[in-house]
């Protein structure tokens, strides 16, 4: 579902009147405190609602096997290449409607390797350009939106444009994620980006709803004349507690109106414990008469489905250093998703995986992570694929990545 960035320093200089007399004198206690809260409820500029996002980001990735064609780690996203990568940069501009500004805005743009795995067909990618992408821009517009705040009862937020996902635990900026290679979830369970146009409503301060119209998965040019519905129902059940249950549906195939691609995805995150973090992402989606397998002929039933679950913990032993685990299974039953095994789409894929990851903050917005990743799969060889006749050779993957970003806001 991706270099510049700017500096940028804003100074706001203000002198109140003075006052003449034979002498001074100290303002009276009450004066100042009244002068202190009327600071305090200042209402917030344009630019100061405005948030500023920019990073830069390279990682090294040792696979601890022997790779397979032209050296790459199979079923990775952003470490699919073994060795050194220039990951991204990545600059955003972005404003949520207020009450003093209902108008917002949301610009995110990038460069690097991993812009390439992001681009939406029809901004720098073409309908038959394939994975890895390495024909493409390697920079992206990965976000361009529009948003306003319609007063009607506590308000409703309406966004148009270009925009992420809401489905996934894991997001694509990697300094945001609690792991730096991504879950089998994020890379094939869901969408990364869409076209379209969202609204948002909160009833209550524990419960947003939002649904809207959206041209598909990572696409910008539809292949048929029926848009996609997307929507999330937002809860809070318990303090330190955030819920999320997220959904899709629509078709995807070319041409075709009335075959749809379906996905529920569940998220939650609870931090009720000083330090720690714990996270949950379950992900279940189907597609009927799905055409790659339908051209297979590997199966009379033609309909796919896959399904899989992540659990994520964390702990912040100091103000720098955090370790993550992440462990994960992911079934693609009639390999449409992933496509990994000898006999490609038709194969049964069972994957899981765990990742230990050790962060440092080592300089003010530098910060390093070592992560070690294990990959299997119950069923088949998915990994170290060979030449000829790309098959693969090996059920298991590990690989040992050091990568470093850099924030500059």
């Not at 952003?78 to 940069?89: R, S």
């Not at 890895?132 to 705040?149: H, I, M, V, W």
């Amino acid at each position: 579902m991706r270099r510049p960035w700017v500096w940028v320093m804003v100074a706001v200089l203000s002198m109140g009147p003075a006052t003449t007399g034979l002498a001074q004198t100290a303002a009276p206690a009450g004066d100042k405190k009244a002068e202190e809260t009327k600071e305090a409820e200042k209402p917030k500029t344009l630019w100061e609602e405005s948030t500023l996002f920019a990073y830069i980001e390279n990682s090294y990735v040792w696979n601890l096997g022997r790779t397979g064609r032209r050296d790459v780690n199979e079923l990775r996203l952003y470490d699919f290449d073994a060795g050194y990568t220039f990951n991204v940069a990545e600059f955003s501009l972005k404003k949520d409607p207020s009450d003093r500004y209902p108008f917002g805005y949301g610009l995110v743009v990038t460069a690097g390797i991993d812009s390439q795995k992001n681009h939406a067909v029809g901004i720098f990618r073409d309908g038959d350009d394939a994975f890895p992408f390495r024909n493409t821009e390697k920079f992206d517009l990965q976000e361009a939106y529009g948003s306003y705040k319609v007063p009607i009862g506590r308000g409703l937020t309406v966004k148009a444009g270009k925009f992420v996902t809401l489905l996934g635990y894991e997001v694509i900026e990697s300094p945001n994620n609690l792991n730096f290679s991504r879950s089998f979830l994020f890379s094939f369970a869901i969408p990364l980006t869409h076209v379209g146009a969202l609204a948002s409503y909160a009833p209550t301060d524990w419960l947003t709803l939002t649904a809207g119209p959206v041209v598909g998965w990572d696409v910008a040019d539809d292949n048929n004349s029926r848009m996609s519905v997307m929507g999330q129902v937002a809860l809070i059940p318990l303090k330190d507690l955030t819920t999320g249950l997220n959904w899709i549906t629509g078709p995807e195939q070319n041409t075709n109106d009335s075959n749809s691609r379906t996905v529920l995805d569940l998220v939650a995150t609870y931090t009720g414990v000083k330090n720690l973090t714990l996270g949950l992402n379950v992900d279940y989606g189907w597609e009927e008469d799905e055409a790659a397998l339908a051209a297979s002929g590997t199966r009379s039933d033609h309909d796919a489905s896959w399904w899989g679950y992540a659990g994520y913990v964390a702990y912040d032993w100091t103000e720098k250093l955090r370790t993550a685990v992440r462990g994960e299974y992911f079934s693609d039953s009639t390999g449409v998703r992933t496509a990994a095994t000898a006999a490609g789409v038709g194969g049964r894929v069972s994957l899981w995986e765990v990742t230990a990851t050790l962060q440092y903050k080592i300089w003010r917005g530098l910060v390093g992570r070592l992560e070690y990743r294990h990959d299997e799969d119950f069923d088949s060889k998915v990994f170290k694929v060979r030449a000829p006749g790309l098959v693969p050779t090996s059920k298991s993957q590990d690989t040992i990545t050091l990568a470093f970003h850099y924030l500059f806001f």
